[in-house]
């Protein structure tokens, strides 16, 4: 079991390496409705990371031996898929004074109500291309260990917590501390705006370049 922690940890390092979600959720903690929205957000998040897997889990691609081709192929498809966004979103940097593009959405997240944060929590943790990527290729390593039901259990939910410290810490911390969370997560916000696109760029290089190479091994072996 602990093989597989070790082999799914850069997966879940690269999910909790979400701007987006975490300038979002703070943006819920700074609305009237901070309290209900965060945390129905939050929840949202672990149900679609826990769902994806878990879906992964019982499809089951790895093979009787272990990894199998088809594993392999997946990992290369979305190697290459990271390293194309990775492209993109380089370029969609911005220069200059150029102000930083974001999610339309974020300027009605006063209007949200805990369903609809509920709901988005879930489709940035489970269909978000980047989270759903690495997922499934956690999943898919967890699978390829050979562990128990039980142990894929375990290891599952130390991944979705791993993979959901970043907003953890803040929703927690934020309605526990909210005077010293305050100009914390103020400052968090304005420096994720301004460099999602190069965060971003270089996450997706670096988790595309290392998902690329495990499928190349298992394709070759």
């Known amino acids: 079991m602990g093989v597989a ?4 940890l850069g997966f879940a390092v690269g999910v909790a390496i979400s701007p987006v979600p975490i300038i979002a959720a703070i943006l819920m903690l700074f609305s009237d409705k901070a309290s209900s929205n965060s945390v129905a957000f939050l929840v949202g998040w672990l149900v679609g990371l ?4 878990a879906t992964v889990l019982a499809i089951g691609l790895e093979g009787s031996d272990g990894d199998s081709d088809a594993s392999g192929w997946l990992k290369l498809a979305i190697g290459a898929l990271f390293l194309f966004l990775a492209v993109e979103q380089w ?3 911005p220069r200059g004074d150029d102000e930083p593009d974001l999610p339309a959405w974020m300027a ?3 209007e949200f109500t805990a369903g609809k944060s509920f709901g988005l929590g879930v489709l940035l943790s489970g269909v978000n291309p980047k989270n759903l990527g690495l997922t499934i290729a956690a999943a898919n390593t967890i699978g390829a260990v050979g562990l128990t039901t039980g142990e894929e259990v ?3 939910g130390v991944y979705v917590l791993i993979a959901s410290c970043t907003l953890i810490v803040p929703v927690v911390g934020y ?3 909210k005077e010293r969370m305050t100009p914390v997560l103020d400052e968090m916000k304005t420096w994720l705006t301004a460099n999602n696109a190069t965060v971003m ?4 290089s670096v988790l595309g370049a290392k998902v ?3 499928g190349i091994s298992i394709v070759t072996a």
């Open 91 to 93: 370029r969609a940097r």
């Open 50 to 53: 826990a769902a994806v897997a």
């Open 175 to 177: 309605l526990a501390v």
């Open 212 to 214: 690329l190479g495990d």
């Open 201 to 204: 760029a270089v996450l997706f």
């Open 108 to 110: 009605s997240i006063d």
């Open 154 to 156: 375990v290891v599952t």
């Open 5 to 8: 922690i070790g082999e799914i």
